[in-house]
């Protein structure tokens, strides 16, 4: 099975920026979508951002929508999340994971969608 390794968490001050990476090793030619998802202690996973492979298009949650980006390279089966402005509230543990379909937002937001993933990059916000 494809693994994904995510990399590029850290502790910051809230304002600050930090970059994700999710590599895949192997091929997965079947893989339509990638995500990061993230929890904190105590909370359910939840969704972050997804980007459609064969299209580009982007999906957001609300909480996140303006501060951060989520890109690929397809050529290195990476991908990425570029976080600004980070908040307290976006501490927590993220993922990064796969799945051969897109949808709508309640397919793509719902971790059940997702076949394969990471085991996470912590990620500190504060003062």
């Known amino acids: 099975q494809v693994q994904l390794v995510e990399s590029g968490g850290g502790s910051v001050q809230p304002g600050d920026s930090l970059r994700l990476s999710c590599a895949a090793s192997g091929r997965h030619f079947r893989i339509i979508t990638w995500a990061w998802f993230r929890q904190a202690p105590g909370k359910d996973r939840e969704f972050v951002a997804a980007?459609?492979?064969?299209?580009?298009?982007?999906f957001y949650a609300d909480s996140v929508k303006g501060r951060f980006t989520v890109s690929e390279d397809n050529a290195k089966d990476e991908m990425f999340l570029q976080m600004t402005s980070l908040k307290p509230e976006d501490s927590a543990l993220y993922y990064c994971?796969?799945?051969?379909?897109?949808?709508?937002?309640?397919?793509?937001?719902?971790?059940?969608?997702?076949?394969?993933w990471g085991r996470g990059t912590q990620v500190t916000v504060s003062s």
């Open positions: 994971a796969e799945s051969p379909v897109w949808g709508d937002q309640g397919i793509i937001a719902r971790p059940s969608t997702y076949t394969n």
């Open positions: 980007i459609r492979r064969s299209t580009g298009a982007t």
